[in-house]
């Protein structure tokens, strides 16, 4: 048996498990409605896309969109604490409720990529009053535009420039961090030299941040003239005051290099075809993203119309945090009518599992790969929350069905244990589990799959959610 056999033969489902945090009842209707390539469509234009919920719930965060100005003016009204971290722990919950029950799914994906390839660890002291904005501005705004734009919108904020450094980068002392993760992390990886790396730090002073107000500003003073050259880029670059547009004309050669096309289509197809993805795949998406000058949404419609992603199955694992999410999305639990404390709470299940939403420290971004992610205490969290979660031990307040039974085995008490075990499987993993799987979790009740389900047994009554949580921890769930 292959990784693929654990999983449905239906393209709709495996594009719902790689474009979205997985496959939800409505999502699911949705997609056979629309057919993929209309779905695909409208996920691609998400302001197309009404999202009540989601955002009613994002609402209960108020400082998670919050730009600068209105932080500080929060800080001189008394409302928030200077350094108050609060902004930046409602971006992290906002983070999570949207990826459960936004409709908007492949611009929360999205949002997440560009969060761990453009990492501004959240939360963090220095960036109190910007990751907020950071994150509704840049990243958001962005997601689905051109990395271009990104690229440029990412270099002239005050989060980016504090998180690494840029901020107190002189004329004088010019400091190559930002410089170098430009480079290798953000742009074109290990293809530069040292004098690169210093040309670029020197194109960059001057982008920096005003200490009064926290906001973004080009300062002249700071910028060190002289000419530069980058990885095939020359300027000049004879005049402080045109040192600014210098730089941003920098950041549009890197979008558009051959090697920053290459290393970002070789993430996209490592976060949505396979770990180790196909190199035609990647020649491929990579004169697409050329021809496009850096528009993500055409390569991604060509990464998923493709036949490397249709040939995929089974060669993709969810991380702690997309385990999390999918569980919540396959269950179809509510939010909790108000306030934020289930949200918060889930947050906590996904940082004790390894992997808070946004929380990465090092400026390279959490990785994608399973062998990233093996661990045992890190597993036993997700199958722990997968009980929890679902049985509505914690946190209690998820909305959810008054009969657990009902909504997962149908309303009709199945004859059997293994007709039992077959409606709850197609509920929540789309499918019907080999006939091994069947007897296993059928012995678990010390039943077989032909024995009788009576009305009184424990596998339909208190031990119900075991049932339900086993199949949860399932290799089938943990793949994406």
């Known amino acids: 048996m292959t990784a693929a056999d654990l999983?449905?033969?239906?393209?709709?489902?495996?594009?719902?498990?790689?474009?979205?945090?997985?496959?939800?009842?409505?999502?699911?209707?949705?997609i056979r409605t629309l057919g993929a390539t209309a779905w695909l469509d409208a996920q691609l234009k998400p302001a197309s896309i009404t999202d009540p919920v989601a955002d009613g719930l994002v609402a209960r965060f108020p400082w998670c969109a919050a730009t600068i100005p209105a932080i500080h003016a929060a800080v001189a009204a008394k409302a928030l604490k200077q350094y108050d971290w609060a902004p930046m722990w409602q971006v992290s919950f906002a983070t999570l409720a949207r990826a459960v029950w936004s409709r908007r799914q492949l611009l929360e994906v999205m949002t997440e990529f560009w969060s761990n390839h453009l990492n501004v660890t959240c939360p963090s002291g220095d960036m109190w009053d910007s990751r907020a904005d950071y994150d509704a501005a840049v990243i958001r705004r962005y997601a689905l535009g051109s990395f271009a734009d990104l690229l440029k919108a990412s270099a002239?904020?005050?989060?980016?420039?504090?998180?690494?450094?840029?901020?107190?980068?002189?004329?004088?002392?010019?400091?190559?961090?930002?410089?170098?993760?430009?480079?290798e992390l953000h742009?074109?990886?290990?293809?530069?030299?040292?004098?690169?790396?210093?040309?670029?730090?020197?194109?960059?002073?001057?982008?920096?941040?005003?200490?009064?107000?926290?906001?973004?500003?080009?300062?002249?003073?700071?910028?060190?003239?002289?000419?530069v050259t980058v990885l095939g880029f020359t300027h000049a670059n004879a005049t402080a005051d045109g040192g600014e547009q210098a730089a941003l004309a920098l950041l549009d050669h890197l979008a558009v290099h051959p090697a920053t096309a290459r290393r970002i289509v070789t993430k996209l197809c490592t976060r949505f075809v396979a770990d180790d993805p196909p190199p035609a795949l990647i020649t491929t998406l990579v004169k697409v993203y050329l021809d496009n000058r850096s528009a993500i949404a055409p390569v991604l419609r060509a990464l998923f119309t493709s036949p490397e992603f249709a040939a995929s199955p089974g060669a993709k694992t969810r991380t702690p945090y997309e385990d999390v999410v999918a569980m919540l999305r396959t269950l179809d639990y509510g939010p909790e009518p108000s306030g934020t404390k289930a949200v918060e709470s889930l947050y906590w299940t996904c940082s004790n599992a390894g992997q808070a939403p946004l929380a990465w420290a090092p400026p390279n971004g959490y990785p994608d790969v399973a062998a990233a992610w093996v661990s045992p205490s890190g597993q036993l969290v997700r199958w722990n929350a997968h009980l929890n979660v679902g049985a509505g031990y914690w946190p209690a307040t998820l909305v959810r069905p008054s009969s657990m039974v009902a909504a997962f085995a149908g309303t009709a008490t199945p004859a059997t244990y293994g007709a039992l075990i077959d409606a709850v499987s197609n509920r929540l993993l789309q499918m019907t589990l080999p006939g091994a799987q069947r007897e296993a979790l059928a012995g678990f009740f010390g039943k077989t799959p032909a024995s009788p389900v009576k009305a009184k047994d424990p596998a339909v009554d208190w031990m119900f959610p075991y049932l339900m949580a086993m199949l949860l921890n399932s290799p089938t769930f943990a793949l994406r």
């Open 187 to 227: 742009t074109v990886g290990l293809t530069y030299a040292e004098s690169d790396v210093r040309d670029a730090a020197r194109l960059l002073t001057g982008l920096t941040v005003d200490a009064g107000t926290g906001n973004y500003r080009y300062d002249p003073a700071r910028h060190a003239v002289g000419a």
């Open 156 to 183: 002239r904020h005050p989060a980016m420039l504090t998180y690494l450094d840029n901020r107190s980068s002189t004329k004088a002392a010019p400091n190559e961090n930002y410089g170098r993760e430009l480079l």
């Open 7 to 30: 999983l449905p033969p239906d393209p709709l489902l495996h594009l719902l498990r790689r474009a979205t945090y997985g496959p939800s009842p409505a999502c699911i209707a949705e």
